[in-house]
Each structure stands twice: as C-alpha cells, then as structure tokens.
C-alpha cells in the first residue's frame, strides 16, 4: 500500500512537472500544448483549495489565453485564481491587463488598485493604471501614474514615452521633450517615438 502523504507526494511532483512543461510550451508559442498542461493539473488538484499553488496553473493558463487573444477566457481563469488565493498583486496586474485589451478601463483601474494596494512598489500596476488613464482621456491623472511608475523604476523607457505622449497632449511640451530624451537615452527608437507622438497629436 502506498500511504496517502506518498500519493499527495507524488501528485504534487506531477503538478509541478505539468506547470514546468506547460511554462515552456507557452514560452515557445505553443499554447494548445501549454492549455493542455494546465488542464491537468487543475484535474489533479493536488495542492488544495486555497493555497497560492493551487492558483497557479489558473493564472498561467490566463496568461496563455492572453497570447491566444483570448481575453475573455483569460479573465476567467484570473477570476479563479483570484477566488482561489486573493493576495497576490500579479493576479490582478494581469486582469486588469486582459480588461484594457477589451477597452473595460474602468473593471481595469479596479484591478491594477487592488495590485498597488497589496504592492505599493509595483511599477508596472501604476503605468498599466496609468495607460487606462489616458485611454479614457485623463491625462493628468494618466501623468501621475507615469510618475510613480518611473519613481519606482527609472531604468525602464516605457513611462517616459508614456508621459511624454500625455505631456504633449497637454501642451507641456518641455516636460515632453525630457522624457523624449530620456527614453532614446533608455534604449527606446526615436523614429517610433516621434511617430507614436504625431499619431497621437492628431487623435488629441
């Protein structure tokens, strides 16, 4: 006979092989593959019904379906995982993500608040706040987010261009001009930069 603590063993060995495999899949476009992976080990339900593990497989099968395009379906799977284990930030940040492809900024302000709430010093929670901020034509508040997003991490071009794009869109033209030359000096292609401006220019 084998003793319950040895099949739980060797149900969450298995779980992690098919998450490690499944990651991989993901990681290589293989998403079918990698929803298969998942799957099974939401079938094993190995690691109990609360616990952060238990999540996981939720949470990375809503990432592959985020790849896919398949936003609706992620949601469902972040709707899991946050009923499952509601205090990991990641959770939400990755909702309110899939929220915003559907253009439900306002269901995606909720999620990246409930991220800064449970990590104040998550900087992507604030730029993706930030960017749903703008979608809705809040530029100030958009600019606020920006900059708690490159307090946090200064070495990451994109809430430069960010900001620069809502600057300019508030006629705060110098500002803008900073953060043009901060972000070419991060890495980040000026003519891209220059177009995302004029194309915003003309939608403003």
Do not use: W
Not at 11 to 36: C, F, M, W
């Amino acid at each position: 006979m084998i003793s319950i603590g040895k099949i739980t063993g060797m149900s969450n060995t298995l779980s992690h092989a098919y998450v490690d495999r499944g990651n991989i899949y993901d990681y290589l476009g293989q998403y079918e593959r990698a929803i298969q992976d998942f799957d099974r080990v939401i079938r094993l339900g190995a690691y109990g019904a609360t616990s952060f593990n238990s999540a996981v497989p939720y949470f990375n099968r809503g990432n592959t379906q985020k790849h896919l395009g398949e936003y609706k379906k992620a949601i469902q799977d972040y709707d899991a995982a946050i009923r499952i284990y509601p205090k990991e930030a990641k959770f939400y940040y990755n909702r309110g993500n899939a929220h915003r492809e559907l253009n439900q900024h306002g269901k995606a302000i909720h999620d990246y608040d409930e991220a800064i709430r449970l990590n104040p010093n998550y900087d992507k929670a604030y730029h993706g706040r930030g960017n749903s901020y703008f979608a809705l034509g809040q530029y100030k508040k958009a600019i606020r987010d920006y900059d708690e997003a490159v307090r946090l991490d200064p070495e990451k071009a994109d809430p430069y261009v960010a900001r620069a794009i809502a600057c300019t869109l508030l006629n705060m033209d110098a500002a803008a001009r900073k953060d043009v030359e901060q972000a070419i000096k991060l890495g980040y292609d000026s003519a891209l930069l220059n177009e995302q401006i004029a194309e915003a220019k003309s939608k403003g």
